[in-house]
C-alpha cells in the first residue's frame, strides 16, 4: 500500500470547515483513499473513501486531485464532536491487501 | 444490528496467564481483523481473515493465535500474557461487493493491562 503523510496537528474553529490534507505521491492506480477517525479511547470510525472522483457523504467530502497524489478531507461545519484524529489510508480493494495500514494521523482540535 | 461486538472491555491478567479476547459481528461480513493500538500510537495489525477457515498473519503477530471457525466469530488468544501486550485490542469486519469496497466498522475496543 502507498505511504501517506499527514500533519500531525490542526486546529479549527467551530462553525468553520476543517480541510484535512493528505500527500499519498506514490499511490498506484487500483488503490483507494480511505478516511477514518478515532475520537478518544474509541474504535476508529470509516468516514469516507474514493477512487479518483471527488465524493460527499453525510460526514464529510473527499477532494482528490487529478494526478491522484494528494486529497483533502472537508468537514463543512466542524463541530467540538469532530476532535479527533483522522487517518488517511491508501489501500488495494483485494485479498490481503483490504487490510488497513494506520499511520499515526492528524489530531484535529476544534475549538469553541 | 449490534455491529461488532469485542467483550470483555477491560482485563486484568498476570504474566504468563493465558486468555481469549471475543469479537463477534452480526452483518455476514467476510473480512475481520485484529488491531492492537499502544498509547499515543496507530493501531498495527495483528492477524485477519478474509472468510470462515481462512486465517493470516499481520504486522505483529507473535504472541497471538485466532481462528475463524463461523462468519460471525473471531476470538483472538493469548497464549502467554507479557507486559509486553499491555494494550488497547481492536476488532473490526468489512465487506465487499462486485469489487466494490466498503469501510471497516470497528468495535468499542478491550482495554488490557498485563502485570
Redesign the interface.
Known amino acids: 500500500d502507498a505511504k501517506t503523510t499527514q500533519p500531525p496537528s490542526m486546529d479549527c474553529a467551530e462553525g468553520r470547515a476543517a480541510n484535512l490534507p493528505c500527500n499519498h505521491s506514490t499511490i498506484s492506480g487500483n488503490e483507494?483513499v480511505?478516511w477514518?477517525r478515532q475520537i478518544h479511547?474509541?474504535?476508529?470510525?470509516?468516514?469516507i473513501?474514493g477512487l479518483k472522483n471527488n465524493e460527499t457523504n453525510e460526514m464529510a467530502s473527499l477532494i482528490i486531485t487529478e494526478d491522484r497524489k494528494s486529497s483533502t478531507l472537508i468537514l463543512p461545519h466542524a463541530t467540538l464532536r469532530d476532535t479527533a484524529v483522522y487517518?488517511c489510508i491508501v489501500r488495494r480493494?483485494?485479498?490481503?491487501a483490504?487490510?488497513?495500514?494506520?499511520?499515526?494521523?492528524t489530531q484535529l482540535t476544534v475549538l469553541p | 444490528n449490534a455491529g461488532?461486538t469485542q467483550t470483555p472491555k477491560f482485563q486484568v491478567l498476570k504474566t504468563g496467564q493465558s486468555m481469549t479476547l471475543q469479537c463477534a459481528q452480526d452483518m455476514n461480513h467476510e473480512?475481520m481483523?485484529w488491531?492492537r493500538q499502544d498509547p499515543g500510537?496507530?493501531?498495527?495489525?495483528i492477524h485477519?481473515s478474509?472468510g470462515a477457515g481462512i486465517t493470516?498473519q499481520?504486522?505483529v503477530p507473535n504472541g497471538y493465535n485466532v481462528s475463524r471457525s463461523t462468519t460471525e466469530d473471531f476470538p483472538l488468544r493469548l497464549l502467554s500474557a507479557a507486559p509486553s501486550q499491555t494494550s488497547?485490542y481492536?476488532c473490526?469486519s468489512?465487506y465487499?461487493r462486485r469489487?466494490a469496497?466498503y469501510?471497516?466498522?470497528?468495535?468499542?475496543?478491550t482495554r488490557l493491562t498485563v502485570v
Request: charged share 10%; hydrophobic share 25%; aromatic share 24%.
Open positions: 483507494y480511505y477514518y479511547s474509541q474504535g476508529p470510525q470509516y468516514i473513501h487517518y480493494s483485494s485479498g490481503s483490504r487490510q488497513l495500514t494506520f499511520g499515526s494521523g | 461488532v473480512y481483523s488491531y500510537m496507530g493501531l498495527r495489525l485477519y478474509v493470516d499481520g504486522e488497547v481492536f473490526a468489512s465487499s469489487g469496497n469501510g471497516y466498522t470497528f468495535g468499542s475496543g
